[in-house]
């Protein structure tokens, strides 16, 4: 139970900006163990936008308080992963293989094409969650992050870490497995049928189909993962999660 607890603050302090594993080592193992929570850190988060968004719905018109729910959720993972998809794209753009691929990832300035990446991944998050019906806005908010860091747990434990000399992200990727795998699906799964009901079946089939057409690619295209393409596919999984919601309004 305490390693669990502890594990579970780990994925904490690593995913948000709040220091909750600051007295915690944490070494390679530990950190691959914490992948099993990463979901349940989104639960987490997406609980904490459902009370900014109860606390300012009466306050605030509907349009610019989705865009403050967004913009909670990118300051409270300290735009990690909006970090990740700036580089992978630029490095998509401009590399020819693998390794100018990686090189071009590597560099800290943003290019032209990670720029619009990222505005139109916030700008795709903004209008999907605007148009998300009254009645599903708690379950949207709730499970979209937790379907963004179960990615990172679904790639890190199928893709082999690719950046020669490692990385933070290596660290995760070399330690997570079966283990890890089971009990973030678990809590998306059970996530997913708190939330959705039956109707949440079709929301995990088509995440999970989005997911392995992210891990095929990555392994075609760059034969593995780094970090920054852990941080990528969390947001393009966050986009796809409100999609499924926004498509069950018709359901």
Not at 36 to 65: C, H, K, N, S
Request: aromatic letters at 8%.
């Amino acid at each position: 139970m305490k390693q669990g607890w502890e594990d579970f603050r780990i994925a904490g302090g690593f995913l948000t900006v709040f220091p909750v594993a600051r007295t915690l080592p944490m070494d390679a193992e530990r950190l691959g163990r914490s992948m099993a929570f990463f979901p349940a850190i989104g639960l987490v988060l997406g609980l904490l936008m459902v009370v900014m968004d109860w606390a300012l719905a009466p306050l605030i018109p509907r349009a610019p308080l989705d865009c403050l729910l967004v913009l909670s959720l990118i300051t409270v993972t300290g735009a990690l992963h909006l970090d990740g998809i700036a580089d992978l794209l630029d490095g998509l753009a401009g590399g020819k293989d693998r390794e100018g691929i990686l090189r071009i990832m590597k560099d800290s300035r943003v290019g032209a094409i990670g720029v619009v990446g990222v505005v139109m991944v916030i700008l795709l998050k903004y209008l999907s969650l605007h148009n998300v019906p009254v009645q599903l806005k708690a379950q949207a908010l709730i499970f979209m992050p937790a379907a963004g860091r179960w990615a990172q747990v679904v790639l890190a434990t199928y893709c082999s870490y690719i950046r020669p000399g490692g990385g933070t992200g290596g660290a995760f990727v070399d330690n997570v497995g079966g283990r890890e795998m089971v009990i973030a699906s678990l809590t998306l799964v059970l996530a997913a049928l708190v939330l959705f009901g039956f109707k949440g079946l079709y929301v995990l089939l088509l995440l999970g189909l989005g997911a392995m057409l992210l891990l095929r690619y990555f392994q075609y295209r760059l034969g593995g993962v780094t970090g920054d393409v852990l941080g990528a596919a969390t947001e393009i999984l966050e986009i796809l999660a409100l999609l499924l919601v926004l498509s069950l309004k018709g359901a």
